[in-house]
Each structure stands twice: as C-alpha cells, then as structure tokens.
C-alpha cells in the first residue's frame, strides 16, 4: 500500500516556466489537498477536493490551477513560475472530515 | 481571521516529560489535530481532539479546551527520537478536512 505518492521529489525551474506537480493516492480517500511550507510559516492550504471533479480555492491558490478527474490523481500546475513559489509542496488525502490526513514525502520545488 | 499559536522552539531532557502549547481563536475551527514533522519529512498524524478533555495514546496525549481556545500535547519518557517538529492544527469548517497550521514547535530531546 503506497499511500500518498509525490513525483518529483526535487524540482528547479526557471522564471515563467510551467510544470506540474503529481499527487497520487491508493487509498480511496475522496478528500484531497495541497499544502505549501515555508521557513517560519505553518503550513499553507493551496487548493482542495472533496471528490472527483470538485476543487476549490485554500488560502493561497494565486499562480495555481488543480483539477481532480479521477478519485485517485490531484495534480498541481504552477502556471507562470515566480521566485516566491519557491517553497515544499505537500500533497494529503484524507477520508473524510475529521479524521487523519496522511501526507506525501513533499516536492521541494525551487524557482532562480 | 484564523490564528494560531505555539512556541517556536523547546528543549528537554531523554526521559523526561514535556507539554507544548497552543492557542487559537475560538471560532472557525471544527477540531484540533497535532501532527509531528521530522526534518526533511512529512507530517504524521498524532492525535486529534474535538471535544473538551484529554486524549491518551501512549506516550502522548492531547488536551483540548474549547471555550478556551487553548490545547496541549504531552509526550512523556521522551526519547531522542521525538526531536521533531510539532505542529497544531485547527481543522477549518468548510467540510472538506481543510487544515489551518501554526508555525510549529521544534523539540530538541538531549541525553
């Protein structure tokens, strides 16, 4: 059982570029969500799913986009790459509310 | 707005016991989860509380008052191990298992 599976786990990308980043889960959970950590800062919600074609905006989804086609797969597409999205991306599933979120290993994404 | 609190960093000694605190605004949040970071790694779920009291779990346990908007998480017999990052979490009440972060509390467990 793999849990929450983040690809890639290191990522350097050049001002304006593109990329997306992978979130894959096998646990059928239909919430979803990711997360970016920065130095001094809590963890920050980004964009969440509550089930296969339904996102909606965390608190800082400026420079984001997310899209939920399968149960399984969230991906996160950085569109225009900017120096402040440097920072870990965590990618988590849960159940169900209240309950535990089970986190992927993180995308350590640098932006020069 | 939504706000978390906990102190930055802490230090104790192998074996023995310690309490780190959290406070938050009383609205706007469902439930309190703590979650422990070691560096360089994901966060994993420790203990989640909803109403008022105390929850054990072996070595750790998690208060919560919520009239007081103030929680704890006590690990007792630390062990070197436990240096980590502790980090309190306010579950946000959109339904969705949204999960509102302090800043953390590194512990620092020495011999």
């Known amino acids: 059982n793999a849990g929450v599976t983040q690809t890639p786990k290191f990522q350097v990308l050049k001002t304006g570029q593109s990329m997306t980043l992978q979130c894959a889960q096998d646990?059928?959970?239909?919430?979803m969500s990711w997360y970016r950590q920065d130095p001094g800062m809590g963890l920050r919600l980004i964009h969440y799913s509550v089930g296969a074609g339904i996102t909606d905006q965390g608190e800082v989804p400026n420079g984001y986009n997310v899209s939920r086609s399968t149960t399984e797969d969230f991906p996160l597409r950085l569109l225009s790459a900017a120096p402040s999205q440097t920072s870990v991306y965590f990618c988590?599933?849960?159940?169900?509310?209240?309950?535990?979120?089970?986190f992927g290993q993180g995308t350590r994404l640098t932006v020069v | 707005g939504q706000n978390i609190d906990q102190p930055t960093e802490m230090t104790a000694t192998e074996g023995a016991i310690v309490q780190i605190n959290c406070t938050y605004q009383?609205?706007?949040?469902?439930?309190l989860f703590w979650y422990q970071q070691h560096a360089g790694e994901a966060p994993t779920f420790l203990s989640y509380n909803v109403l008022d009291g105390l929850e054990e779990k072996g070595r750790f346990s998690s208060f919560l008052s919520r009239s007081k908007g103030y929680s704890y998480l006590l690990l007792k017999e630390l062990q070197m191990k436990d240096s980590a990052s502790y980090l309190c979490?306010?579950?946000?009440?959109?339904?969705?298992?949204?999960?509102?972060f302090g800043t953390g509390t590194r512990l620092t467990v020495i011999p």
């Open positions: 646990m059928n959970h239909e919430y």
């Open positions: 979490a306010g579950e946000t009440e959109t339904g969705a298992n949204n999960l509102f």
């Open positions: 988590a599933s849960s159940y169900t509310g209240n309950t535990e979120a089970f």
């Open positions: 009383t609205s706007g949040f469902n439930g």
